[in-house]
């Protein structure tokens, strides 16, 4: 009987599962939402996308960076993604336009990265500049007792003094099916999945209607912002189609739907008043 797959993922997102929820949907991918502590998020992605070996699909890395960017770019809360397989874990932090910022463990444990990249995750989550930067850079150093997964826990141990807490049991290290398993238990879990881009659309300005963010967008900054994503979009889709990558393509896509969404919004408001 085949052992179980060794890689996994996770997507926290720091934001309340009522607002992640909707963004989510634009990934057109199946996923489990459940609430991670005080304003974060973690979703579990239902399909296995870093299977590489089976079919020739993309590396994990390389599709959660691009999930993460996806979701990131529309919305004004960050997103990390926590990956791992039999080689290697690590996390890619998107947030808004900018470049995203990762960093990466061999599985014994080696730090295959840039201290910088540290600095730049402490400053876009806000975290505290000495306490938390001394523990994150502790993660960088040679260590022989510590492997990938112990580095990965040691993330997660700074991320909870700044309100992250995962469900029990879903855990960096843990094979996919385990994730799937904990998170379809959790007693407020839900399944994000596609339906279409005109319950999608609808479901977001619902929230942005409900949220007190909804009266700021509107007007010529708001349709500014809102071709500016169009703009991105377009390029970053015809790229992912020329070079075939899930992660890239779900990117555009996702700039191309919110720019549409802006427009929407904006016309919606103005309707009504």
């Known amino acids: 009987m085949p052992s179980p797959e060794p890689a996994g993922a996770l997507l926290l997102c720091r934001a309340e599962p009522t607002v992640v929820g909707p ?8 996923m489990l939402l459940a609430a991670a502590g005080r304003e974060w998020s973690v979703l579990v992605p239902e399909t296995k996308p870093w299977t590489a070996s089976a079919g020739g699909g993309e590396p994990v890395d390389r599709v959660l960076g691009g999930w993460a960017g996806a979701l990131a770019v529309g919305a004004p809360w960050p997103v990390l993604a926590l990956w791992w397989d039999a ?30 990249a540290l600095r730049t995750f402490a400053a876009r989550l806000g975290l505290d500049p000495v306490l938390d930067m001394q523990s994150l850079e502790s993660l960088a150093e040679p260590d022989t007792e510590a492997d ?16 992250l807490t995962l469900p029990a049991g879903l855990t960096p290290g843990e094979p996919a099916d385990r994730l799937r398993e904990v998170a379809r238990v959790q007693p407020d879990a839900e399944r994000v999945a596609w339906s279409g881009w005109r319950d999608a659309v609808h479901a977001e300005l619902d929230v942005v209607e409900s949220s007190s963010v909804g009266p700021w967008l509107r007007g010529p900054r ?15 889709t015809l790229y992912g189609l020329r070079r075939r990558s899930g992660g890239w ?14 427009f929407a919004y904006d016309r919606m408001r103005a309707t009504r008043d």
């Open 23 to 30: 963004a989510a949907q634009l990934l057109r991918e199946r």
């Open 87 to 116: 080689d290697h874990s690590g996390f890619t932090l998107a947030s808004g336009f900018r470049r995203p910022v990762g960093y990466e463990w061999l599985a014994n444990g080696t730090p295959v990265g840039e201290h910088e």
């Open 148 to 163: 990938a997964r112990a580095r990965m826990r040691g993330l997660l141990a700074v991320l909870t003094r700044a309100g």
């Open 222 to 236: 708001a349709r500014c912002v809102a071709a500016a994503q169009l703009a991105a979009g377009v390029p970053l």
């Open 249 to 262: 393509l779900t990117a555009g896509a996702v700039l191309l739907a919110h720019g549409a969404l802006g």
